[in-house]
């Protein structure tokens, strides 16, 4: 049998694999190759044979494998004794693999060495060595690292680099710090989680954390944010702490889906002794292809290449996102630890396995350690406060707290009465104290209701219903200062102060007492209101007489000033009169001055008339003396002569003399009085008569008539 086959050619980027299947006959015709060097074809040589002589033959054995490459040999023809292998494809000719720069390939030996090899450069392997393939390629690009990624790295074969000796066994994590470009080298393997070759940072924004375990201490620690934190996967690693479902209903009541997710953890977590779960178990858990020799694909050397309008150069090709390390995201919200947000007016007690204790104060965010947890206090709930009815919690509010109650006590006459109080509670002083007293809220409520019942039994109901709010007040809260303020009461044992109570309702235990407490004080009302009433009304006459008032003292005021223009104005209009007066005065000075002069001369002239007239009237003065002497003496004379005549006169001569006179008065008045007699209807002697009613006149007349009666009567 007989088979014709065509001479190789080969580019410079090719090869053959050839075989020997009979030694002797390869020995023996090894001369008898046909190859065109590459050397020879540059010379110009145009000769189609040229023979290899003896000297170049290398050691043949049954089935020794050799490879020829263009690179050197750009037309071969083998002697007999040796044939040309096929490849997958059954082709003769193989493609070498041409490595760019930022490329490599891994060459793999039959004695299971790996050989690396870095581009640019164009790869034969050797006859014994076969290309390793992964995903269908045989060319791999190198790793791109940056400050914030790097390769977790085992040492499988001691090695020296840099004057650095590794041995076998070691570990390297390999970060964009110590390498910005990596290659791998047959002393390495990678490490992986999963299908994830790269560890890259997470991004701990501020206000979070994340938890990792030291795996040689096994200490869990916190990374609190801002930060972009890359751990180093040979100490450290990712975990994320399991609540129990107490703790979460305690420290996120009503948070129903932090229930559900750390019940999830704790189902991924339930063959785990641990309170806490890597996050390398939470990572979906998927087969990644071994790095093994596969052949290429059929017919993908002979396909042709498109020509393509995208830029062909040395590129990075990045994700638009990136992987956390060793993670998986459930939900955003729970990747990082345990997170505490306190807010305004609460505090919390956190408390390390270490026996360290410190209060946060709210309005704040905190992160707990791993070792931490929070202390939980119990509140009594209802009113009144017991200790059947109680609540837990870790949250304690220390600003504007209120907590009410309902006091039973008995008054001094032996009354039951309800008090419905609501406290308002501070917390004050060293924050540690706050946690000191487990129940403050029962602790203040007993201690409170003995020291009401005590202060109410010192008054009658009737004090108490009246003053209650007061009486309580000062007994809780203490007597007001000159500002109005009252102390308050503090609690030493754990910081907490009442600045503020309020009375809420005072009910009596019986009924018909307390009707009749009510119907007192509605009378009190009612006077009250009187009273009121007329208070107001005086406060009304009080504020308009003050403002008449002041409406007088205003008028007053206007006036004063007025008259006070007008004094003024008076004194002005004097003064000036007081200058004219003191200027005519000046003038009749002067006047007077001159004539004073002339009066000194008249003066003598005048003392000469007046002694003239003294002497002139002292001579008439005694003439008018004796004239008066001789008149006295005559009229003595006549008296005297009057004496003797009245002592001549007998009694009956004067009663005569004054009846005649009284008769004759008696007519003149009848004839004046006649007209009036007899106007009014009367006689003239009875008009006289009331005329002259009480004299001796009328007494004569009244004789008179009586005289006349009694003459007519003779008669």
């Not at 007492?513 to 208070?535: G, H, M, P, T």
């Amino acid at each position: 049998m007989a088979k014709v086959l065509r001479g190789h050619h080969l580019r410079s980027n090719q090869y053959l694999l050839v075989r020997v299947y009979d030694e002797e006959e390869a020995r023996k015709n090894w001369a008898k190759a046909v190859i065109k060097t590459k050397s020879g074809a540059e010379s110009g040589d145009e000769s189609p044979d040229e023979v290899t002589s003896k000297e170049d033959m290398p050691e043949l054995t049954m089935g020794k494998m050799l490879v020829i490459k263009g690179e050197n040999v750009s037309f071969y023809i083998p002697p007999t004794g040796v044939e040309v292998v096929k490849d997958e494809d059954f082709q003769y000719v193989r493609e070498a693999v041409t490595l760019e720069r930022l490329e490599y390939c891994i060459l793999l030996d039959e004695d299971g060495n790996k050989r690396y090899i870095q581009g640019p450069a164009v790869v034969f392997p050797e006859p014994t060595e076969e290309f390793v393939y992964k995903n269908g390629t045989r060319k791999f690009k190198a790793i791109e690292l940056n400050e914030m990624s790097g390769l977790y790295i085992k040492v499988i074969a001691p090695y020296t680099e840099n004057k650095i000796s590794y041995k076998e066994g070691d570990e390297l994590f390999i970060t964009g710090k110590d390498q910005m470009i990596y290659y791998p080298r047959p002393e390495h393997a990678i490490i992986k989680y999963g299908k994830k070759e790269r560890h890259y940072a997470i991004a701990i924004p501020a206000g979070e954390g994340r938890y990792y375990l030291n795996r040689k201490t096994g200490k869990v620690s916190l990374q609190k944010g801002p930060v972009m934190f890359l751990p180093d996967p040979r100490e450290s690693v990712i975990v994320r702490r399991i609540l129990p479902p107490r703790k979460v209903a305690l420290w996120f009541p009503g948070n129903q889906e932090a229930l559900q997710y750390n019940q999830k953890l704790q189902e991924l977590a339930q063959n785990e002794a641990q309170s806490f779960l890597e996050d390398s178990v939470l990572q979906a858990q998927t087969p990644e292809s071994v790095l093994m020799p596969s052949p290429a694909p059929a017919g993908a050397r002979k396909k042709k290449e498109k020509v393509s309008d995208e830029i062909a150069g040395d590129e990075f090709e990045r994700d638009q996102g990136f992987t956390p390390p060793r993670t998986i995201t459930l939900d955003t919200k729970y990747d990082g630890a345990v997170t505490i947000n306190v807010w305004t007016g609460y505090a919390i007690l956190v408390v390390s396995k270490t026996g360290t204790r410190k209060v946060i104060a709210g309005p704040q965010s905190y992160l707990l350690e791993y070792d931490e947890d929070l202390e939980a206090v119990e509140l009594s709930t209802g009113t009144p406060k017991t200790s059947d009815n109680t609540i837990r919690t870790v949250y304690l509010r220390v600003l504007y707290n209120k907590v009410s109650d309902v006091i039973q006590a008995e008054s001094a006459d032996f009354t039951q009465v309800n008090i419905h109080l609501s406290y308002r509670v501070n917390f004050e002083g060293e924050s540690e104290r706050w946690f000191n007293v487990e129940n403050y809220v029962k602790f203040l409520t007993d201690h409170l209701r003995s020291f009401i019942r005590n202060a109410v039994k010192r008054y009658s109901i009737m004090d108490f219903y009246a003053q209650g709010i007061q009486i309580v007040r000062d007994a809780v809260l203490g007597l007001a200062d000159e500002t109005g303020k009252r102390p308050g009461r503090l609690f030493e044992e754990n910081g907490m102060r009442i600045y503020d109570v309020e009375v809420l309702d005072i009910r009596l235990s019986d009924v018909s007492i307390e009707n009749l407490l009510i119907a007192s004080q509605q009378d009190v009302v009612k006077q009250s209101l009187r009273i009121a009433s007329e208070k107001r009304r005086l406060e009304y006459t009080q504020e308009s007489e003050s403002i008449k008032q002041a409406i007088s003292i205003a008028e007053s005021e206007t006036l004063q000033q007025s008259i006070e223009l007008q004094r003024q104005e008076v004194e002005k209009d004097l003064q000036l009169t007081l200058a004219k007066i003191a200027a005519e005065i000046q003038a009749q000075q002067q006047h007077l001055d001159a004539q004073l002069k002339d009066q000194e001369a008249l003066s003598q002239i005048n003392q000469a008339e007046i002694k003239r007239k003294r002497e002139k009237e002292e001579m008439l003065l005694n003439l008018s003396q004796r004239e008066l002497e001789q008149d006295l003496a005559e009229m003595r004379a006549e008296v005297e002569a009057v004496v003797a005549k009245a002592q001549a006169v007998s009694p009956d001569l004067v009663a005569a003399l004054q009846a005649f006179a009284d008769k004759a008065l008696a007519e003149k008045m009848a004839q004046s009085m006649s007209p009036l007699a007899i106007l009014g209807g009367k006689s003239i002697a009875e008009v006289f008569a009331n005329l002259l009613k009480g004299t001796n006149l009328a007494r004569v007349l009244e004789n008179g008539q009586n005289g006349s009666v009694e003459t007519e009567r003779e008669a």
